[in-house]
């Protein structure tokens, strides 16, 4: 087997050396790095991880476990991921993706092999039984979202009530007397925080705001899907609704479909969306938004990560980010003209 010495001795370097470089370190100039790594990429060398973990060294890999499948919006996670993979490349360090929907025994396995430094952990379920597992593996970890769970690990979140807030405030600001929220799946109001503040308190808030409400879901994001959502689309005006939409794909399917049917938006029925402020302002009315901070939540996650791996103080458990709302033509002035 190839070792580290075998490729110090063809590189001309010391042993020590040859670790700086693995590690990423900035201490060696870039004439020995790439010396370095053409021995390694020459001798086929493999670090053994399991072997410096025991001896107390970093792996320089954070592990991200989210859950990446058929029904994942891309749109709404790329944020996340590309914030998370430009700060730890900052900090010398690489991201593993832990495919989420492997639950824990997808983390028990990159733990085991003493992969990973820390964990990002996505897909915070109100009541998330992976939760007391990865406290007992002694494992440097940050949730990004919010759980009911009693538990010592940290979160980042935005805070999802004050979004749905917003939204219901601002659409009776422009005249709304009945609001109407499209959401996903209607069993993540029962598992997720988001939507749980989105498709259960939402209404609640419309009820203490004097206004009724109502709660549709589009379970399959496809014309077939909006369809049944919209199949009362024409009296909407009449009845001064006003939509609150919690995802950009629905987001694009709700346009699309006022319109097909003849709906001006913004002047016949307003709109508030949960999306990113570009894709708002992209949108052919641009849309009124709330940002929901994705870039930033994981940002704090993973510097709150890097702190604890540095031994720094033991973190708050809860931190919660405020998104604002940002008003555009969907909500710029009275509706129902």
């Known amino acids: 087997m190839v070792t580290a010495q075998d490729v110090a001795d063809l590189a001309g370097v010391s042993r020590t050396t040859v670790s700086y470089v693995i590690n990423g370190s900035n201490l060696i100039s870039e004439p020995t790095k790439k010396q370095v790594m053409k021995a390694v990429k020459k001798l086929g060398y493999h670090p053994n991880l399991p072997a410096r973990a025991l001896a107390g060294g970093k792996m320089g890999f954070i592990g991200v476990a989210v859950r990446i499948d058929s029904s994942t919006n891309i749109v709404e996670l790329y944020p996340h991921l590309s914030s998370i993979i430009a700060e730890t490349e900052s900090h010398n360090s690489n991201v593993i993706l832990i495919p989420g929907q492997e639950g824990i025994e997808g983390i028990e396995k990159v733990t085991r092999q003493a992969t990973i430094d820390g964990l990002l952990l996505f897909d915070i379920g109100l009541k998330d039984d992976r939760l007391s ?20 690990l940290p979160s980042v979140d935005v805070d999802y009530a004050s979004i ?16 109407i929220f499209v959401d996903n799946k209607s069993s993540d109001a029962n598992y997720y925080n988001f939507a749980k503040a989105f498709s259960i308190d939402g209404p609640r808030y419309c009820t203490s705001r004097g206004i009724s409400s109502s709660t549709r879901y589009i379970e399959n994001r496809h014309w077939q899907g909006i369809e049944s959502v919209t199949s009362d689309i024409q009296t909407w005006k ?16 709700m346009t699309a479909s006022m319109r097909f049917n003849n709906l001006e938006l913004g002047k016949d029925i307003p709109l508030v969306a949960v999306c990113a402020d570009d894709f708002a302002q992209a949108q052919p009315t641009p849309i009124t938004n709330i940002d929901p901070l994705a870039d930033a939540c994981s940002l704090t996650a ?9 031994g720094k103080e033991q973190p708050q458990l809860r931190t919660l980010l405020t998104p604002h709302l940002q008003r555009r033509k969907s909500t710029a002035s009275k509706c129902y003209q």
């Open 164 to 179: 749905v807030r917003q939204q219901i405030d601002d659409l009776i600001r422009v005249g709304s007397q009945e609001i």
């Open 133 to 152: 597992s990865i406290e007992s593996m002694n494992l440097p970890c940050v949730m990004v979202g919010t759980t009911e769970s009693t538990t010592t």
């Open 302 to 310: 993973v510097n709150i990560l890097y702190s604890m791996l540095s």
């Open 238 to 253: 009449g009845r001064k609704v006003g939509i609150a939409i919690r995802t950009p794909a629905i987001l694009d399917l």
